[in-house]
């Protein structure tokens, strides 16, 4: 169990620029989730993958928001056109096919700052 | 947005005391989990609780749950510096979604 990756660890980008994160999940978890974190608070849900079946969006995802499981294995999270409201943590998370009583494991997360 | 709210948002203890924190809710839920967070990393998870438990002990850790009042409890106890982070609640409710709380943020001083 090498735990969940996150690549980058930090991104610095100008605004209008598109960035991509990337994350790789604990490998036998078929479910993964992205959430943002800012500053003071909780984690908030964006979307949640089980195998490549992107299940869930939030209203939070705008748009300009794309995310992508394509094997079922590891995810993309694409921002195009950020804005500095942008500037969030950003968290992925896996389970395991258990159920809703299955924890979630996260990575240590991307820290995006738009600047 | 954020189903559950935590109470206090931050709280500062000496080692060695207790320390308990609360989580409310706004709907009916599958289970509740309890995670904590230290600073630029992600969350861990501490303990899970289902809706038709009322109380459960992992360690140090005593969560309780109160379905009637939508309500959970955090106690940690013997507290010990590196107890120091932020403590979320997350309620699981239909499906898979877990929503997670605005925190409180715990510092124990040695």
């Known amino acids: 169990d090498t735990g969940v990756s996150q690549d980058p660890r930090h991104k610095i980008t100008k605004r209008g620029q598109n960035v991509t994160f990337r994350c790789d999940p604990i490998?036998?978890?078929?479910?993964l989730y992205w959430y943002r974190q800012t500053l003071g608070q909780g984690p908030e849900f964006l979307t949640y993958?089980?195998?490549?079946?992107?299940?869930?969006k939030s209203r939070l995802l705008s748009d300009r928001f794309s995310a992508e499981r394509p094997k079922g294995s590891f995810s993309t999270l694409e921002i195009q056109r950020t804005e500095q409201g942008d500037s969030a943590m950003y968290l992925c998370?896996?389970?395991?096919?258990?159920?809703?009583?299955?924890?979630?494991?996260f990575g240590n997360g991307t820290r995006l700052t738009v600047t | 947005s954020q189903q559950g709210e935590e109470d206090p948002q931050a709280l500062s203890i000496q080692e060695g005391e207790n320390a308990t924190m609360n989580c409310s809710y706004k709907?009916?839920?599958?289970?509740l989990q309890w995670y904590r967070q230290n600073s630029g990393r992600g969350l861990v998870h501490l303990i899970l609780?289902?809706?038709?438990?009322r109380e459960k002990h992992s360690g140090r850790l005593r969560v309780t749950l109160d379905t009637s009042k939508k309500s959970s409890s955090l106690l940690i106890t013997a507290s010990r510096a590196a107890d120091t982070a932020s403590y979320f609640c997350?309620?699981?409710?239909?499906?898979?979604?877990?929503?997670f709380g605005t925190g409180t943020s715990l510092t124990v001083i040695p």
């Open positions: 998370a896996s389970s395991s096919t258990g159920g809703p009583n299955s924890p979630l494991h």
């Open positions: 490998s036998e978890h078929n479910r």
């Open positions: 993958f089980q195998n490549e079946a992107q299940l869930e």
């Open positions: 709907t009916s839920i599958n289970n």
């Open positions: 609780i289902r809706s038709n438990e």
């Open positions: 997350a309620t699981v409710i239909i499906g898979n979604q877990f929503y």
